[in-house]
């Protein structure tokens, strides 16, 4: 690779997210613990992943599972130790491997110790680490900031007769990062994990670090703006212009920034759930964050061919073309194979094209745990839900369980060898059938394929580092060139369930100039005369002439 070298590890990686309670047990308790994923390195190494992310390991009331943090400095019990950290941490080290841990900086638990003193008084040293604020007259909160759950983002406490401001839940207060003392404390935490050695962070919530000092009310979303998923949830009626995506938001990335640059070759992404047209005031070098991810592919279920272009085109171009994370599931969001197939019972050809069409786009991408087994999300039922989103929706929502259901190991084991107990969410006979056991034994698996598209993706450094120029197409064939130096690929997708014709330019200089289609891919596309047919849920890599 030209300039390998000078490139830094994480520009182009592939990350494989670890959501621990759901990955592998070892004590039989039915939730997952640090020592069971060092056991399961070796699978993980052979995916030819570069790092892992966790999802938080802390100490937690598990009212979010780990993302409402009792203590940012310590392992939660049924987790392990930090002792069983470091373990994991030489382990993954050893493998050829980075590990990042998940921060929470933007809130903690009510439990935690710095909350726990901040409410007892106006005036004790804590008193404005969290948002605090008188009520209304009437005794109503102090503005209409709304949760991303639903309902006021405020909550009374007694003690100190005032409002507590939590963008999610009320066990969820939000750290005040006009504070210094507590932004100092926050920075301390990343230390130190960054002494224990760890590579870097994923920033949850990064995007609404600050709020506006002054409280000001959200403006609503305009009527002839609302689309159905606006009104499928109230805080989305409202434009979070205020409580989050905030341009003093930067100090805060800066921050960060600076703590990881006293330390050699580490990461910091964020993910920024809202106003992504913000990423490029706090992305990019040389002092803000590394790279990070919107919820763009995220929520999307067309796999439209503009979705891609508009986001690399529009938002990333045009807000200083920083570096991007591309990711299509995660903890918090229904799983690809379900949100574009519409169903429960898999896809492994969907599987398939989502996994080539990841593996060719622009940036570090994050892979989570499941999608390169093919996972569809799980049908929860009522008696089953673990996430506070479904408690609250449930049937009309069944909130993020689905995609968080345990990984299935060995399909006639009882529990699919993740546990010895009864596991926390449930593993369907779906997910049984795809076990890594199974896919392991049978040729052409998802399982199989997703090692085999990571390999492609390393064997051609375009795909790595490459910029991404978009070719003229229609209908539902997303084409594009991914191209470093004298090295190109020309990548064609075709989502549809049906053939489609690529035209164009480009398409005739495929088929005149003769060029070579690569070993991966998906489906059926060839050159029939001087045309490129693309066979439904297709891909394909050509050589650029």
């Known amino acids: 690779m030209s300039g390998a070298d000078e490139t830094p590890w994480w520009k182009g990686a592939v990350v494989y997210q670890i959501y621990p309670r759901s990955y592998a047990d070892t004590t039989g308790s039915g939730v997952g613990d640090l020592e069971g994923i060092k056991r399961k390195l070796d699978y993980v190494a052979s995916l030819g992943v570069d790092a892992i992310w966790l999802s938080p390991i802390y100490p937690s009331p598990n009212k979010d599972f780990g993302y409402d943090v009792a203590d940012y400095c310590d392992v939660a019990p049924d987790m392990g130790t930090l002792e069983g950290f470091d373990a994991l941490l030489a382990a993954t080290h050893a493998r050829g491997m980075k590990l990042i841990l998940d921060q929470v900086l933007a809130h903690s638990s009510d439990q935690h110790a710095w909350f726990q003193e901040s409410l ?23 503005n209409n900031w709304m949760s991303a759950f639903g309902g006021p983002a405020w909550s009374w406490h007694p003690v100190r007769r005032q409002y507590y401001h939590h963008k999610f839940l009320r066990q969820q207060p939000k750290l005040n990062f006009h504070e210094p003392e507590a932004v100092k404390a926050l920075m301390n935490v990343l230390r130190f994990w960054l002494d224990r050695g760890v590579d870097g962070f994923r920033l949850d919530v990064a995007h609404a670090y600050f709020h506006d000092a002054a409280l000001t009310d959200n403006p609503p979303v305009p009527m002839d703006e609302r689309t159905g998923l606006n009104w499928s949830h109230a805080p989305r009626l409202q434009q979070h212009v205020h409580d989050s995506g905030l341009p003093e938001n930067q100090i805060a990335m800066r921050a960060v920034r600076s703590v990881l640059d006293e330390y050699d070759d580490r990461l910091a992404f964020g993910e920024f759930a809202e106003t992504p047209e913000m990423i490029g005031t706090y992305v990019g070098e040389p002092d803000l964050l590394h790279t990070a991810y919107t919820f763009d592919f995220l929520e999307d279920r067309s796999l439209a061919p503009d979705v891609f272009q508009n986001y690399y085109q529009e938002t990333l171009m045009k807000n200083g073309d920083p570096w991007p994370c591309v990711t ?24 398939k094209f989502g996994l080539a069409l990841l593996l060719a786009l622009r940036g570090t991408v994050l892979l989570y745990q499941g999608e390169e087994l093919g996972l569809p999300d799980v049908d929860i039922e009522r008696d089953q839900i673990q996430d506070p989103v479904g408690e609250l929706y449930f049937p009309f929502g069944k909130g993020r369980d689905g995609c968080r259901t345990p990984m299935p190991w060995i399909s006639r084991a009882p529990h699919a060898a993740f546990s010895s107990g009864e596991p926390w969410l449930p593993i369907p006979d779906a997910h049984a059938e795809r076990a890594v056991d199974a896919q392991e034994a049978m040729s052409e698996t998802v399982l199989k394929f997703a090692r085999e598209a990571i390999r492609f993706r390393k064997e051609h450094a375009c795909l ?29 997708f075709n989502a549809s369930e049906d053939a489609s014709v690529w035209h164009g330019s480009a398409a005739s200089e495929i088929v005149l100039k003769g060029a070579e289609k690569l070993d991966l891919g998906t489906g059926d596309v060839s050159i029939v005369g001087t045309e490129v047919i693309c066979g439904p849920r297709s891909a394909a890599f050509f050589c650029a002439p």
Do not use: M
């Open 120 to 142: 007892l008084s106006k005036d004790n040293e804590k008193a404005n680490w969290y948002v605090w604020a008188d009520a209304k007259e009437d005794g109503t909160p102090p």
């Open 328 to 351: 299509f599931s995660n903890h918090d969001l229904t799983r690809p194979v379900t949100r574009w197939g519409g169903g429960r019972d898999g896809d492994d050809a969907l599987a």
């Open 464 to 492: 790595v580092t490459g910029d991404i120029q978009f070719l003229e197409s229609s209908g539902p064939i997303l084409a594009f060139k991914r191209v470093l130096g004298e090295g190109a690929l020309t990548c064609l």
